[in-house]
């Protein structure tokens, strides 16, 4: 039972942590619950979809199928949440300002919403075709086992919501003030994680050459199936052993969409520079 | 970004050549051969066999791998190239047998 309990954690774990940070980031979106609520219920829907396809998804693309899928579902995710991230430091203020209600932006506010709920839903499809498999694994195995074995898997998923919960709440008491700086440097740290994760499975597929591999070796004083090390991993991508090409995609995406973020705060500021001029 | 994959997408028609091809069998939900020894210094081509019914992770923290295989199938991934020594691996649907190691020499 603890075994499974501790191996759908870690799957659970890194969705939870997604969803946690990703909730706390649009809590100002008007309707943003039940959005959150739809990717959650589709990422559901689609791990079991997923889960049933395994083969024929591995088998697709002269047997790399498997790592292009997360590779393609990684890089969406990086892509969603860098708009998501720019979107933020050019409303951010505004939103701050106005706590609660930026009745003006409800059509933006919008596609904040389809972002929430590609990155939810990706989260979830990920993490929970290989929880699916694995729980469907002791369904067919053993009858004699299952009952503590599903118990574990459930003991699993509510410590990995658990977690999500707890950092969810956390960033909620952040004043307003550091809030969006905090959630928006966290958005990055997740997205650079998910860029690096996506550069290994593609090094897997032999798709990109690992460069220096690992490039450097931490394993021992933080591995990463400790509970820091999978929290760290989840949380900013922590790798005890990168490939060098993983850490060039870090840096990459790091780098683009900070200079996004500072690209589109830029001509709010300007306007707001004038309005007080005008006062 | 896009440059970057780009030229990472052709880099393997370059490289592919001189792979060094290796089979692990998965039975009863352990690895066969459970210790795997291949040459330091050079790509691998891994191929998983799993001959049981059930899916299987293939999974290392120390060569950086992850695969699910799934049951009565047959997978391939690509390892290294390698510095000498012991990485070893697990099955994550079936931890309590599926134990192996690849040693680099």
Redesign the interface.
């Known amino acids: 039972m603890f ?1 499974t309990a501790v ?1 759908v954690f870690r799957e659970v774990l890194e969705a939870a942590i997604i969803i946690g940070i990703v909730a706390a980031a649009t809590r100002d979106v008007p309707g943003r619950s039940r959005w959150l609520a739809g990717g959650l219920l589709l990422g559901l829907i689609g791990s079991g979809v997923v889960a049933a396809s ?2 024929v998804i ?2 697709m693309a002269s ?2 199928g ?2 292009l899928f997360n590779a393609i579902v990684l890089g969406i995710a990086v892509v969603m949440l860098a708009w998501h991230n720019i979107w933020m430091s050019s409303h951010g203020a505004a939103l701050a300002a106005h706590a609660r209600s930026v009745g003006s932006d409800i059509r933006e506010g919008r596609s904040e919403c389809s972002i929430l709920l590609v990155v939810v839903g990706l989260a979830v499809l990920r993490e929970g075709s ?1 929880t699916v ?2 729980l ?2 002791i369904a ?2 053993d009858g004699g086992k299952m009952i503590p074995m599903l118990t574990g898997g459930l003991v699993g998923t509510l410590a990995g919501i658990a977690v999500g919960y707890t950092i969810f709440t956390g960033l909620l008491r952040i004043p307003l003030r550091w809030f969006f700086t905090a959630t928006g440097m966290l958005v990055l740290l997740l997205a650079a994680g998910m860029a690096s994760q996506a550069a ?1 499975f ?9 460069l220096a ?2 490039l450097w070796d931490t ?1 021992a004083t933080l ?3 400790s509970l820091p090390g999978m929290l760290l991993h989840s949380l900013i991508g922590y ?5 060098g090409m993983q850490i ?1 995609f870090y840096i ?2 790091l780098l ?1 969409i900070a200079a996004g973020m500072k690209w589109a705060n830029r001509p709010r500021q300007i306007i707001q520079q004038n309005r007080a001029a005008q006062l | 970004m896009k440059y970057l994959l780009l030229t990472a997408l052709l880099l393997p028609f370059a490289a592919s050549a001189a792979d060094t091809d290796y089979t692990l069998i998965i039975k009863d939900h352990r690895f066969q051969p459970a210790e795997l020894t291949v040459p330091a210094g050079k790509k691998i081509k891994l191929t998983i066999e799993n001959k049981d019914a059930t899916p299987e992770e293939f999974e290392s923290y120390p060569l950086g791998r992850e695969k699910v295989v799934a049951g009565n199938s047959t997978t391939t991934l690509y390892i290294g190239p390698l510095a000498p020594g012991r990485y070893p691996f697990y099955g994550e649907y079936n931890e309590a047998t599926a134990q192996g190691v690849v040693i680099a020499k």
């Open positions: 075994g191996i395994t083969d591995a088998s047997g790399i498997q790592e290989e498999l694995f469907y694994g067919a195995a290994r593609l090094i897997q597929a032999d798709l990109l050459p690992s591999a690992p394993s591995p990463e199936n790798d005890a052993r990168p490939a060039v990459t995406v683009t």
